[in-house]
Nanobody
Framework: QVQLLESGGGLVQAGGSLRLSCAASGRTFRTYSMGWFRQAPGKERDFVAAVSWSDGMPSIADSVKGRFTISRDNANNTVYLLMNSLKPEDTAVYYC?????????WGQGTQVTVSS
């Protein structure tokens, strides 16, 4: 089994920054990618960003491109999401995702609230 532990959410003013972290533990060998999705109230869960575990190649949603940066620490099985220039529309529950040996794993989610 794989466990994902998220941290770093909170309340921030518009224009501010937050960094989310997600540490994977358990049977994490042959991780394909890790990343983040988000879900605002009454909306579907949307892709935010992901990073390839083998070569670090990032993939970023257009809605956050230029403001969010994803990175990884292979040695510690951790993925980070640095969120700059936050906007009220970024308010959502952010979920960590890991794609490992053909299976998608999810964290419990961390709330990010951006006040105007």
């Amino acid at each position: 089994q794989v466990q994902l532990l998220e941290s770093g959410g909170g309340l921030v003013q518009a224009g501010g920054s937050l960094r989310l972290s997600c540490a994977a533990s358990g049977r994490t060998f042959r991780t394909y990618s890790m990343g983040w999705f988000r879900q605002a109230p009454g909306k579907e869960r949307d892709f935010v960003a992901a990073v390839s575990w083998s070569d670090g190649m990032p993939s970023i949603a257009d809605s956050v491109k230029g403001r969010f940066t994803i990175s990884r620490d292979n040695a510690n099985n951790t993925v980070y999401l640095l969120m700059n220039s936050l906007k009220p529309e970024d308010t959502a529950v952010y979920y960590c995702n890991a794609h490992i040996r053909g299976v998608n794993y999810w964290g419990q989610g961390t709330q990010v609230t951006v006040s105007s």
